[in-house]
């Protein structure tokens, strides 16, 4: 079963600062997930990414396959940005590319 | 477009109850999945659809746990003679196809006194 950790679990920012959440997972996959969650339950998908970077006006998902490791990256931050971020995967063996493995996310609280 | 359904938003029911939570999936998406969400914890996948049939129902925690989905589009999950532990949000999922984007619903909130 893969293990996904983020880091940190908590972080508080001031609005405009530069942002990054780590994740890291401890077999190979098929691709990893980058998501936002609102107060209330609501899930976003923000990225789904298999190999590099992807950029999607202030977010920047990069990932290195060789370490197992993904960043969410957030350039000048607002307060609308403040959510829980979970980072998931999805397996490539026995053909298990659907289920979802999830981290405990990162609760990002950004001030004015 | 419509997204991913769920109903009730909340539901409060005494233990030992029976419980349905039902999803609605985006049209034209094959695939279907029920996620469990305890409290501060990241969702934990309970099971799969592929059309009608449940290709993978491996999470489901117990045998009070059961879903459907007759007609390949509404599914229900269904859950017997409910715990105190049962409680949770209760998240489903759609997408194009398996391996595709999961699109997510708000939730089923469901509480057990």
């Known amino acids: 079963k893969n293990e996904v950790e983020q880091s940190p679990q908590n972080l508080t920012a001031q609005e405009g600062e530069f942002i990054t959440i780590n994740c890291s997972y401890s077999?190979?996959?098929?691709?990893l997930h980058w998501l936002q969650q609102h107060p209330g339950g609501g899930i976003v998908s923000l990225f789904m990414?298999?190999?590099g970077k992807k950029k999607h006006g202030r977010l920047i998902a990069t990932i290195n396959i060789q370490e197992k490791h993904s960043s969410l990256h957030i350039t000048a931050s607002h307060p609308r940005d403040s959510a829980v971020y979970i980072c998931a995967v999805t397996g490539n063996s026995g053909g298990s590319n659907y289920k979802l493995t999830f981290g405990k996310g990162t609760l990002l609280t950004v001030n004015p | 477009g419509a997204g991913v359904s769920q109903t009730p938003s909340n539901k409060v029911t005494e233990k030992g109850k029976y419980v349905e939570l039902r999803c609605d999936p985006i049209?034209?998406?094959?695939?279907l999945y029920w996620y469990r969400q305890s409290l501060g914890q990241g969702p934990e996948f309970l099971i799969y659809f592929q059309g009608t049939g449940a290709a993978d129902d491996s999470g489901l925690p117990n045998d009070r746990f059961f879903a459907v989905r007759p007609e390949g589009s509404v599914s229900t999950l269904k859950i017997q003679r409910t715990e105190r532990g049962d409680s949770a949000v209760y998240l489903c999922?759609?997408?194009?196809?398996?391996?595709?984007?999961?699109?997510f619903g708000d939730g089923t909130r469901l509480s057990i006194l």
């Open positions: 077999v190979g996959i098929s691709a």
């Open positions: 049209s034209g998406h094959t695939a």
């Open positions: 990414l298999s190999s």
């Open positions: 999922a759609s997408s194009l196809g398996s391996g595709q984007p999961q699109h």
